[in-house]
């Protein structure tokens, strides 16, 4: 089981950058380097990410349902495994698409509505490069205690 330093509250936004340059290459066989994303800001209580529409599409041409989840349970199972230092697993999600997307990026912010011992919940909002709510996406990440 990965176990990393967990996510300090006040930290400054150039150690929080920091934080994030290690997460800023995925490995080649990962979902995330296939769909090309990347993961842009990070906080205390969110993190940002985006992916090209180009690549992510459905047969119809719009933005991929199923890539609008995926961004969202990547970025907010990263960011509960910053937050609790320790492996996260998914086991709740629920997805809400609002609006299609037929080019540029899909942005996506991930922000803690609850974090506790065991539980993190995150809201993904997620939008096009004009600002425009594409979806809205919950999320339950169940932390993994260590084995002793």
């Not at 719009?62 to 910053?82: I, K, P, Q």
């Not at 492996?87 to 698409?97: I, Q």
Request: proline letters at 3%.
């Amino acid at each position: 089981m990965k176990q990393i330093t967990p996510l300090a509250k006040g930290l400054s936004e150039e150690e929080y950058a920091a934080i994030l340059a290690d997460y800023q290459k995925f490995d080649d066989d990962t979902l995330m380097a296939a769909m090309n994303m990347s993961v842009d800001t990070l906080g205390y209580e969110f993190l940002t990410g985006s992916v090209p529409v180009e690549g992510n599409k459905q047969p119809a041409g719009l933005f991929h349902g199923g890539a609008h989840v995926a961004l969202a349970e990547s970025l907010a199972s990263l960011h509960s495994f910053m937050r609790a230092g320790t492996n996260v697993v998914g086991v709740d999600l629920n997805a809400t698409h609002l609006k299609a997307a037929r080019s540029g990026r899909v942005w996506g912010r991930a922000e803690v509505i609850h974090a506790g011992r065991t539980i993190i919940n995150h809201e993904v909002r997620m939008t096009d490069d004009n600002g425009k709510l594409l979806s809205i996406v919950r999320i339950t990440n169940l932390v993994l205690q260590p084995q002793a």
